[in-house]
């Protein structure tokens, strides 16, 4: 593991411990602590946490399910790899599912959610300001939370959650391409703009061209990472 440690973990009264527990795997691995391809031991990772192994187990179980880590036979468990591909087809559905739940939102909305979006974008804007990434990231994921709880399809935005947490680990280079928070917070606007005059195709049709573009800064991004530890790596030779 990295030289940043887990740390013990802090029980939660109103949260069984398996949830603490794969909360803090998930976000340790989407915040690097846990690499990809690294192998999750659970006698190691229970005294870290300072847990038995059985709500270990389990949330690497949990975590298995969501696409988190990888279980191989006879050989263990790791954090999962993420591939351009995987990247790709994970948009395919999201796109289509962030479509659907933009126009449920503007059909079923309440004017209180509509104030609320409007404000998000104000602090979204703020943050993006003073170039605080951890607050717009917290931000970004908070006004996707109102937009699908506007949609009220519960299951809906269950599976849109998970798709999100597989790939929020790369969001960081998704926004710093160039010129993407402005477009992002633009593209949000338009959706609000859409979804408060409930306008149901206009807001499917901009939730559409986000992933779009969301996609595209990502797989840019990831190929730029690849690219520039390439050549690192040459230059080690």
Same mark, same amino acid.
């Given at each position: ?102 126009? @449920?939102? %503007?059909?079923? &909305?309440?004017?209180?959610?509509? #104030?609320?979006? !409007?404000?998000? $974008? ?78 149901? @195709?206009? %807001?499917?049709? &901009?939730?559409?061209?986000?992933? #779009?573009?969301? !996609?595209?800064? $990502? ?19």
């Amino acid at each position: 593991m990295k030289d940043t440690r887990l740390q013990p973990i802090k029980l939660d009264a109103y949260k069984p411990l398996r949830e603490v527990v794969s909360e803090t795997l998930r976000q340790a691995i989407q915040d690097g602590v846990l690499q990809p391809g690294e192998r999750l031991m659970e006698i190691p990772l229970a005294e870290e946490l300072g847990v038995s192994r059985t709500p270990i187990r389990e949330a690497i179980r949990k975590l298995e399910l969501e696409g988190f880590v990888v279980m191989i036979p006879r050989r263990g468990t790791y954090v999962a790899n993420i591939s351009l591909k995987d990247i790709t087809q994970v948009f395919e559905i999201r796109s289509a599912l962030e479509e659907l739940a933009a126009g @449920l939102a %503007a059909e079923r &909305i309440t004017e209180e959610e509509i #104030e609320e979006l !409007e404000r998000m $974008l104000v602090e979204i804007s703020d943050h993006i300001e003073s170039k605080d990434m951890d607050r717009i990231v917290d931000a970004d994921i908070k006004f996707h939370e109102v937009l699908y709880k506007a949609s009220r399809n519960d299951r809906l935005a269950e599976i849109v959650h998970n798709l999100r947490e597989q790939i929020i680990r790369f969001r960081s280079v998704s926004m710093n391409q160039p010129g993407r928070l402005a477009k992002t917070w633009e593209e949000h606007r338009q959706l609000v703009e859409a979804i408060g005059a409930h306008n149901a @195709l206009q %807001a499917r049709k &901009i939730a559409r061209i986000h992933m #779009e573009h969301s !996609e595209q800064a $990502l797989l840019t991004g990831m190929e730029n990472r690849e690219t520039a530890h390439d050549v690192e790596a040459s230059l080690q030779l």
